[in-house]
């Protein structure tokens, strides 16, 4: 049973899923943090864990599983050693789950004995987050709040950043597209869009606190409309924020690049040239079934578009294979849509059903798992070939990179910079500091990256 004599107020949070759950982690924290709440780093300090989690591939949600076990034993084992040691006293942690797996299983997560979840808060209730866990604490009963809202964008509430050269901003939440594949329409529930002028007011805080480079976020993020605005006047907008160097933005749908889009990008030197355009399949039928409106060939018409618009521009996809009923003629026209697209960059993903998505209800998981990985391996050597072909396309041009933190320890003895078209330069150690814009000669390419030297420094 908690004790609540005392309350308990330090925080350990861990992330998964994508760049909106990051975000989303950072207004949890701004939320709990006005709340007199402590985050801590380390798991066993902690009164409260929170698994912010993910939903998208059942992967995501056996992860969570295995986490929650993880964390009850090393606490026990933590506890077994300081037992004889009443100054390092502490309790079993509070654990509370939120993310898209909690509004996608819902009670199931709280009924589930083995577990033993105190508290659930869906992507929308996280303002109510502070009386759950109170209530948690107060009563031992298990608590939960999974409403889906129309109108929450928490603008409202002002994110607590990880320092470095990018903020993401979410300027929508939730999809309306309902692709027959996918969960998150279910999980976040309907799109609605902030204002410009609330965004453009926490972009100019950005800048002040020198970020150089944000990142617009939606689930259909080329989709929003705040009543006025268009996604390109929003893009528009946030170029004329003074200090703010590159605009990037995700996820957009291929349905959504009219001319006038395509023509900011073109155009607007501070959006960069990079365009993430999700195929999932390239057989119109498969493409019909997964609900995606547009065939093929309007496809491969928007990559001419693109590539005739922005001829620089890089290309990112997603692909499922094994969708259910895909054939192996069906699978083909996926290869050469991919080998026609030439993407620079591409995430492919075997089909993993999700609960309560129509695919689940109207088609049976057919494709066998030897199949799927059959056809992730295929598709993985083709986009490997294209990326090292594009890559050394690169050797010997002079690019323009801005530096990044290196978060990967075993890059100690190198700096990353990116390029406006994402890529990533591997620079040795010199005199240039995360933040800082440079110019650098590419002098070698991998798949994955390409090294390059310093050729002068623009500005930082
Ligand atoms: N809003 C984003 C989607 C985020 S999910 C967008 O539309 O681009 C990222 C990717 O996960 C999707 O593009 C899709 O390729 C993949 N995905 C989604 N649901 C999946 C499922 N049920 N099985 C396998 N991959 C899936
Ligand atoms: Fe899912 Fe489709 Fe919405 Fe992307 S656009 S989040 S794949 S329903
Ligand atoms: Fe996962 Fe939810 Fe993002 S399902 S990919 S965390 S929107």
């Keep these: ?42 798991e066993l300090e902690a009164d409260i864990v929170m698994l912010n989690t993910c939903a998208i ?45 909690a509004t996608n299983l819902r009670t199931e997560l709280l009924e589930n004995k083995n577990l ?94 020198g970020f150089k480079q944000v990142t617009l976020l939606g689930q259909n993020v080329n989709s929003y409309n705040d009543g ?46 990079q365009i993430h355009l999700p195929l999932q399949a ?5 493409l019909d079934v997964m609900n995606r409106n547009y065939t093929q060939e309007e496809f491969l018409a928007l990559v001419d578009k693109v590539r005739h618009k922005i001829p620089d521009a890089a290309l990112s996809t997603d692909i499922i294979v094994g969708f259910p009923t895909e ?18 960059q591409a995430f492919i993903f075997k089909y993993s059903e999700r609960k309560g998505t129509v695919a689940s209800k109207k088609y049976p998981d057919d494709v066998s798992e030897e199949k799927k990985t059959e056809r992730t391996m295929t598709l993985n050597n083709l986009q490997k070939e294209v990326m090292f072909k594009k890559n050394c396309a690169h050797i010997g041009q002079r690019l323009e990179l801005l530096i990044e933190d290196a978060t990967n320890p075993e890059t100690a003895n190198y700096k990353p910079g990116r390029t406006d078209t994402n890529k990533l330069v591997i620079l040795p150690i010199g005199d240039y500091r995360t933040g800082d814009f440079i110019t650098a000669e590419i002098t070698d390419a991998t798949p994955h990256a390409l090294k390059g030297v310093q050729t002068n420094i623009l500005s930082s």
Excluded at 8 to 29: H, P, Q, S, W
Excluded at 36 to 42: A, D, E, G, L, S
Excluded at 329 to 342: G, H, I, P, S
């Design 116 to 209: 033993d979840i105190d508290f659930i808060a869906g992507p929308d209730s996280y303002k109510r987050l502070p009386q759950l866990i109170e209530e948690a604490m107060g009563t031992g009963d298990k608590q939960f709040d999974l409403t889906l809202s129309e109108f929450e964008t928490y603008s409202d509430v002002l994110p607590i950043r990880k320092e470095g050269v990018n903020a993401w901003i979410a300027t929508s939440r939730g999809c309306n597209n309902f692709c027959t594949f996918c969960v998150v329409p279910y999980t976040r529930g309907r799109e609605r869009s902030r204002s410009v002028s609330n965004i453009i007011e926490e972009v100019k805080l950005l800048a002040g606190e």
């Design 282 to 286: 390239g057989n119109n039928r498969i």
């Design 327 to 344: 054939t192996d003629a069906e699978f083909e026209d996926t290869f050469k849509v991919m080998k026609q697209a030439e993407f620079d």
């Design 228 to 273: 006025q605005a268009d996604f390109a006047d929003l893009l528009d907008a946030v170029s004329g924020v003074n200090g703010i160097r590159r605009i990037r933005f995700t996820s957009p749908h291929p349905k959504d690049f009219p001319d006038k889009l395509l023509d900011v990008v073109a155009q607007n030197p501070k959006v960069c040239k």
């Design 1 to 42: 049973m908690i004790n609540i004599q005392q309350f308990r107020k330090t925080i350990f949070i861990e992330t998964y899923g994508c760049a909106m759950n990051e975000y989303d982690t950072e207004l949890v924290k701004s939320i709990l943090v006005k709340e007199n709440y402590t985050f801590v780093q380390n």
């Design 57 to 101: 591939r059942e992967h995501a949600h056996r992860k969570i599983y295995g986490r929650v076990h993880e964390i009850r034993n090393n606490r026990k084992k933590l506890l077994k050693v300081n037992k004889y040691d009443k100054s390092k006293q502490s309790d079993e942690p509070l654990i509370g789950i939120l993310g898209c797996m």
